[in-house]
């Protein structure tokens, strides 16, 4: 239908173990300051998204533009988190006509090499889920291989309780462990983007080095920089207001449509 907003409709993107709601605030808020459509999107092997055997992160950026063909969107704006964040990076890069600005949250277009990611998910998978009593005690059970509170109960709202059946995972753990190193890296030979996009990262979190920044400027030739102090990597959640402040201000200098 016909939109009465300035703006191009905004997509969220979550990071690895997130769902559509880890930005839900935010997008509400969006959608009512810009008076515009928002949307956030599970990525394929998680939250209510279907299961896939592959998990590349072309694929996941190809995701994004079949949704928005879908909904018959002709540009849109991104706002993606560390996975997500990726996933965004890679649409501007191949889609620069779709998309009409970025906001990238804590993570860059660069390969990231920390084995962290493997043995959370080997942790994860050694969790015995079976015998588990409640979600204190899976808690208390990773708290030695994922040492901030925050983080471990973001991903722990991966497992749900379900009535008859004990503990499940919501997410496919089995695809996301096979495709680690996939998901640490970033293509190569990906073509510059010219599409405006803001890198916010966290203050506190360790994803942000002066390598990561420059690569991300020969790959975004737009790019701009916001450091949000008192923020871990899930910015949003550690800072909601600067965060929705920034992603505001952004949004209203260059998310405007076309159309």
């Given at each position: 239908?016909?939109?009465?907003s ?6 969220f ?9 880890n ?9 009512a ?9 599970d990525?394929r092997n998680h939250?209510?998204?279907?299961w896939h055997?592959?998990?590349y ?6 995701d ?11 540009s849109f704006?991104l706002?993606?988190?560390s996975?997500?964040g990726?996933?965004?990076?890679l649409v501007?890069?191949h889609y620069p ?27 994860l ?8 009593k ?5 808690s ?12 471990r ?6 497992l749900?309780q ?8 919501r ?12 998901v ?7 073509p510059?983007?010219?599409t ?6 966290g203050?506190?979190?360790d994803?942000?080095t002066?390598?990561r920044?420059?690569?991300?400027q ?5 790019a701009?920089?916001?450091e949000?102090?008192?923020a ?23 998310g405007?449509?076309?159309?």
């Open positions: 239908g016909v939109r009465e300035d703006y191009a409709p905004v997509i993107l979550h990071g690895l173990f997130g769902s559509k709601i930005f839900s605030r935010h997008s509400r808020r969006i959608a300051d810009l008076k515009t459509e928002t949307y956030s999107l990525c939250g209510a998204s279907a055997d592959t998990m992160l072309t694929e996941l950026a190809e994004v533009v079949t949704f928005a063909q879908q909904q018959g969107l002709d704006n706002v993606g988190h996975l997500g990726k996933q965004a990076c501007c890069a006509e779709l998309v009409q600005s970025a906001v990238i949250v804590d993570i860059f277009p660069a390969k990231f090499t920390s084995n962290v990611l493997d043995e959370t998910c080997t942790a998978q050694l969790l015995d889920i079976d015998n588990l409640s979600r204190k005690e899976a208390d059970l990773l708290a030695n291989q994922i040492k901030v509170e925050s983080e109960n973001f991903i722990l709202s991966n749900l379900v009535k008859g059946c004990g503990w499940k995972w997410c496919n753990l089995e695809i996301i462990s096979q495709f680690t190193e996939d640490r890296g970033y293509p190569d030979n990906v510059v983007s010219p405006n996009t803001l890198f916010i990262y203050g506190d979190s994803y942000m002066p390598d920044v420059s690569r991300t020969e790959l975004f030739s737009a701009e920089f916001l949000i102090s008192g871990g990597h899930i910015v949003h959640l550690d800072q909601p207001d600067n965060f929705y402040s920034a992603l505001r201000n952004f949004l209203e200098r260059y405007e449509s076309e159309f």
